[in-house]
Each structure stands twice: as C-alpha cells, then as structure tokens.
C-alpha cells in the first residue's frame, strides 16, 4: 500500500527547514508533544549526506487495535534515514521490534522549494504479510503514518510560529 504525504511551511527556505528537521532540540520536543519515547541511536553528518537512526517506542491507547494486538508488550521501532543534502531527498525505512520480517515501511523524504515556502513530501510504501490480515494491518500502519506526519506539520507550524 503506497502513501503520499505533503506539507507547505511558509516563509521557510529549504536550508532553513533541513537545519530544523535535523535539529535535536526541536525532534525531542516533538517526541513529548507525540507521546513518543525516542533515543537517538545515530546521527552522522558530511558536507552531503545525514545519517540518522532513531528508536521510537510510542505511548498507546489501553483500548486501540494495536494494544490487543501487542497485550502488555511493549512495541516499537527503528526509523532509519539516509538523506541526501545536495539533492535534498533522503531515504526512509522503519523496522518493527515485532514481525520486522513480516512488515516492510519504506520511502523517501523531499524537501522541496514551494511558492510559499518549502514542500515536504513524504513517499513511503508499506508492506504486510500476514495471512488474512495483511491488508488490514497495512491499512492502520499507513493511517498511523498519516496522523504522525499531520500531527508533526502542527508542531512544526507552533514551532516556527513561537516568540523567540
């Protein structure tokens, strides 16, 4: 199942947005606003390339699919990024603590100059297999997706609209 996810941040540039997107302090304060536990496993950075891998391990619902799923264990994932400065595009995939043979998120990242502002576009793929379920699951995987992304354009948004 494919998704497509963009978002215009006005009166930013590309570099500006990169340096945002890359900046420890902001991506830490988005984990507390997310509800999402998140240790920095690797951050690499060249003239051209960033490299970061971050565990997320989220906060859920006692009553959501995923918690009757998962029961009491704790679920989570690695987020892996390779992300090209020159080109501006990056490389995505995420690895399940559980089933990570049996569900493949992957994508890319865009930062684009936009009339307004700077684009993200955020292309991913996901794929499940699981007799019976998979499309289901693929389904709530990409809805989860969709949240995360439209939950952190709002924290962006406040982020950059805050009195310095």
Known sequence: ?????????????CAAYEELFFDEAFNAALGRALHLGRKLLLLERTPDRITRHICYEPVRDPDSPA??????????????LDYDRPARRGAWRTIPNRFADRVKNRGT??????????????????????????RMIERMIVAEIEKSYAATAAFTAAWLARPR
């Open 109 to 134: 990242l865009e930062i684009a100059d936009d009339p307004a502002g700077v684009r993200r576009i955020v292309r991913g793929e996901v794929d499940v297999k699981l007799f019976g379920f998979g």
């Open 67 to 80: 918690n009757h799923v998962f029961g009491t264990s704790r679920a989570s994932f690695v987020e892996e």
């Open 1 to 13: 199942m494919k998704v497509v996810i963009e978002h215009v941040f006005a009166d930013l540039t």
